[in-house]
């Protein structure tokens, strides 16, 4: 039930900014909304786990409100999950984690009069992070579903940096690292679409 209260209040969240952004996107011509679909191209919890290329999917939708000609600033909105099923000794598990991020991005694009434009920039927010564990034992006689969950939300920083082409659509590449103990440095690349 907290997980699932968890997911309802992040996407009630995300809902919110890109509505937000629709409603005031027609008064003010420097914010920008954007959608993106990325894909973490790390590979070893995806090998390990034996996930398809779904579980590397990650989903997101901001707004860059632009400063000036070089400087933005915006919300961004992201989720990610896998679900990952495997058998052992008897017993089938299942095993289901999600990532939801609400960041800060700070981007500087450099004015070319060329219709691509190179863009860089950081980014700082938090990341909602649950993991959901179900194991059901399938001898003889069956036993009851045994299910364990857990959440928390850590610090997440990226470093991006892309290309716009003729200011609709970008495609980016970012370093991001959550701080926690065991998490690693992930490598993001994704492709979007601003209004």
Known sequence: MVIRSAQRAWGICFVAVIALACATMSSAADIRPFLKLGIDTNGDIYSDLDLGFGSRLMYGGGVDIVINKLISLGPEFRAKGYTADYSLAGAEYELKE??????????????????????????????????????????????????????????????????????????????????????????????????
């Open 98 to 195: 999600r990532e939801y991020e609400f960041l800060g991005n700070f981007s500087v694009a450099p004015q070319l009069d060329a219709s691509i434009a190179p863009y860089f920039g950081a980014g700082m927010g938090l990341v909602h992070l649950t993991a959901e564990f179900d194991e059901a034992i399938i001898t003889d006689p069956p036993y009851p579903v045994f299910q364990e969950s857990d959440s928390a939300n850590k610090g997440v920083f990226r470093a991006f940096g892309g290309v716009r082409f003729t200011e609709n659509v970008f495609v980016e590449f970012e370093v991001r690292h959550i701080f926690m103990d065991d998490a690693g440095t992930d490598a993001i690349a994704s492709f979007g679409v601003r209004f």
